[in-house]
């Protein structure tokens, strides 16, 4: 009970009715509580967990890593074992021109990376994202998500950033010469899990190319593995500009990343030089993990029963409809 006091006593809150559930370990698809008792996880750290709790090979990465060294110098000056070896693993597992990776903190800070570079790259200021988006709660990553409930109280935010209605091929005339960029979701997950229609990602990106506006996809929920893919854009037949990843990408630790052609992504070197710095984005402990998180899912089938899984969902989920419906006749 001591920590269930402390815990509402010195951490700052989120909301007025968290949980407080006091948490003893976790291994696989199981919490353990203090209480004794075993629960099993149906959140897996809001879709971070990719392979569960606590997997031997991302723990040992962990630990290997620990004995060698933690933290050396600001990202991006010296070349370091296991973040070289994850950007070099992505480049691998995604499709040309996506080649380099910028490595950070958190899904919400490669969002706002990812901003500045498409800014950067255009020489342009506008932003064009989509109503109900949700891309993070850093000032930038708000900016460009589509909830005003959330937004509201902390305006002003980034200016020049407008909004249009997912699936809407009416508005891309919305899209013109002054766009930067567009950001979207591949699939909209606070919104309700949305999937884009058949080819509207092919003609979303064809009217970026006509205006010369870069296509930046966030990735950070549906990617690694969930869709049965690395990355859910893998089932529209499309590449973005830029691609921004996170939550699962760590098996458990917070990482994130945004990632493009060399050409885009090396313009964050000059003009200003440092275009954008991280002191722990590509940390060595966190680069382990990640690393034996995407081997992990790139190489154990993981990802091949996705589509079974979702079919034994989706039978189930019509077995109860059914039961609903004869029951209220």
Do not use: W
């Amino acid at each position: 009970m001591e920590m269930h006091k402390d815990f509402f006593t010195y951490q700052a809150q989120t909301t007025k009715f968290a949980a407080g559930f006091e948490v003893e370990k976790a291994e696989g698809n199981y919490i353990y509580g203090t209480d004794g008792k075993k629960y099993l996880d149906f959140v897996a750290g809001v879709s971070a967990n990719t392979l569960g709790h606590s997997h031997p090979k991302v723990v040992n990465a962990i630990k290997e890593q620990a004995d060698k060294y933690l933290h050396v110098m600001v990202y991006g000056e010296y070349a370091q074992e296991k973040p070289v070896a994850l950007c070099k693993l992505l480049a691998e597992a995604t499709p040309e021109p996506l080649e380099v990776t910028y490595l950070v903190n958190s899904g919400a800070e490669a969002i706002d990376g990812s901003l500045k570079l498409a800014k950067r790259y255009t020489g342009r200021e506008e932003i064009v994202s989509f109503k109900n988006s949700y891309h993070g709660n850093t000032h930038g990553a708000l900016s460009v998500s589509g909830n005003e409930n959330h937004k509201r109280e902390f305006r002003p935010l980034l200016p020049m950033v407008s909004f249009i209605e997912f699936n809407n091929e009416k508005d891309f005339d919305k899209i013109t010469e002054k766009t930067a960029c567009v950001i979207l979701e591949t699939i909209q997950g606070a919104a309700g899990f949305l999937v884009p229609d058949f080819d509207y990602l092919i003609k979303l990106k064809k009217r970026c190319e006509e205006v010369g506006a870069l296509l930046i996809l966030d990735e950070i929920q549906p990617g690694f593995g969930r869709t049965g893919k690395l990355f859910s854009f893998e089932h529209f037949g499309i590449v973005p500009d830029i691609l921004v990843m996170g939550k699962g990408m760590g098996g458990g630790v917070p990482v994130g990343a945004f990632m493009g052609s060399r050409k885009i992504m090396e313009t964050l070197s000059h003009s200003p030089k440092l275009g954008h710095i991280t002191t722990f984005g590509g940390n060595p402990l966190i680069a382990a993990a990640s690393y034996a998180t995407l081997k992990e899912v790139l190489e154990s089938g993981l990802m091949d029963d996705v589509d079974e899984k979702e079919n034994c969902s989706e039978n189930f989920l019509f077995i109860r409809k059914l039961k609903i419906s004869t029951v209220k006749d």
